[in-house]
């Protein structure tokens, strides 16, 4: 007897009739299987940018991870790695002061965790309790050594907080800050972090990129310390998913156990610059120009507005980057209004003025 997939029993030499209807079983357990991988791959969510910023406090992480958010063992420069977001014992985003699932700071099981984050206390003072009833929460891990019983020693060189976003259409300029915290004071070892990007569903290469602040945790310290970051053109305006990765890819140094390491506060910000240009100036529906000559920090726009109330004026470069905007109030009829408060270079700028149904484009040229 030869036991397949779940444990069916297939005979060697038995019915044949029996023998086929088993084989078939298997091999709808065969295909149920791989698609369910497939789709588990494909399921990982992301995040739709709206707005100009983008921030996440993880104070809901009882719920789960927010939209967008994955983590991951095994990661290297060119892969994602293993991802825990289904795992119960790996992933524990219910904060418990006891037991296996204890989520407490200087618990030493390998897991990512939901954790009390350090701004609710500047010395590392609060006991299992507070950091149970502390409601500013941060996504952590705790890192272990290579062991060939448990898949998460991994992550002693190999640890990955994600987060995918759905694509960067018409936004540009990323910048990101975000605290990094290292919270047990008793782990010796040292980890150090990056920051990354990747670009793709499944990247096969991730870029690392400068940033500022202290981007090492453990070293029997307690720091809540803030790391920014100023990404490159390559990230803006994209049709294609974008990974942002706060990652240690390197082992830690140092002897004895590996520290419990945080994020908080992420706030990613970027200009929201809509497809304007000096193609399309002419494909609107409200008559706009300039009137006389424009300086650095003052024009004079008219315009004829078919419906009275508030516009948004916005101005922008000829790379899309939105530079100034401020809301006017209109009456219907021919309108003259005097733009102030820029501090605009020589060149030239294309000016929006829409109140959502109608939209006036004209060019400004700064002398």
């Not at 299987?33 to 707005?51: R, V």
């Not at 994209?238 to 002897?255: E, F, M, P, Q, S």
């Not at 102030?340 to 959502?356: C, D, E, F, P, Q």
Request: proline letters at 3%.
């Amino acid at each position: 007897m030869i036991t397949g997939i779940a444990n069916l029993p297939l005979k060697i030499g038995g019915n044949l009739c029996h023998n086929y209807i088993l084989m078939k079983k298997l091999v709808l357990l065969l295909t149920t299987c791989i698609g369910f991988g497939t789709i588990t791959k494909a399921q990982l969510n992301s995040l739709a940018l709206t707005d100009t910023v983008y921030v996440q406090n993880f104070n809901a992480l009882g719920s789960g991870l927010p939209i967008g958010w994955h983590v991951f063992t095994e990661a290297t420069a060119s892969s994602l790695g293993v991802y825990w977001d289904t795992s119960s014992t790996k992933l524990l985003t219910v904060p418990s002061a006891t037991g296996s699932t204890r989520t407490n700071w200087n618990s030493t099981t390998g897991n990512f965790r939901n954790v009390a984050s350090a701004n609710n206390s500047a010395t590392p003072s609060l006991d299992s309790i507070a950091q149970l009833a502390a409601t500013d929460r941060a996504l952590a891990v705790r890192q272990i050594g290579a062991s060939a019983t448990n898949p998460f020693g991994a992550a002693d060189s190999s640890t990955a907080f994600a987060l995918k976003i759905t694509n960067t259409l018409h936004k540009a300029d990323f910048k990101l800050s975000f605290k990094l915290q290292s919270l047990d004071t008793s782990s010796p070892r040292v980890s150090t972090w990056l920051v990354d990007y990747g670009i793709g569903a499944t990247p096969t290469s991730f870029i690392p990129v400068t940033t500022t602040g202290t981007m090492t945790t453990g070293g029997n310290t307690y720091s809540n310390n803030t790391i920014t970051v100023d990404f490159p053109a390559a990230l803006d305006s994209l049709n294609d998913v974008v990974w942002i990765r706060v990652a240690t890819l390197t082992k830690t140094t140092g002897a004895s156990n590996r520290t419990t390491t945080a994020i908080d506060d992420f706030h990613l910000s970027y200009y929201n610059s809509q497809p304007v240009s000096v193609a399309n100036v002419n494909n609107t529906n409200m008559p706009l120009s300039v009137l006389g000559n424009a300086t650095s920090n003052r024009f004079t726009l008219g315009f004829t507005a078919t419906d009275a109330g508030k516009y948004s004026l916005e101005i922008y470069d000829l790379a899309g980057r939105m530079l100034h905007n401020e809301s006017i109030n209109a009456l219907t009829g021919v309108q003259r209004y005097t733009v102030t408060g820029m501090n605009l270079a020589s060149g030239m700028y294309i000016v929006k003025l829409s109140n959502g149904t109608q939209t006036g484009l004209t060019k400004v040229t700064v002398q």
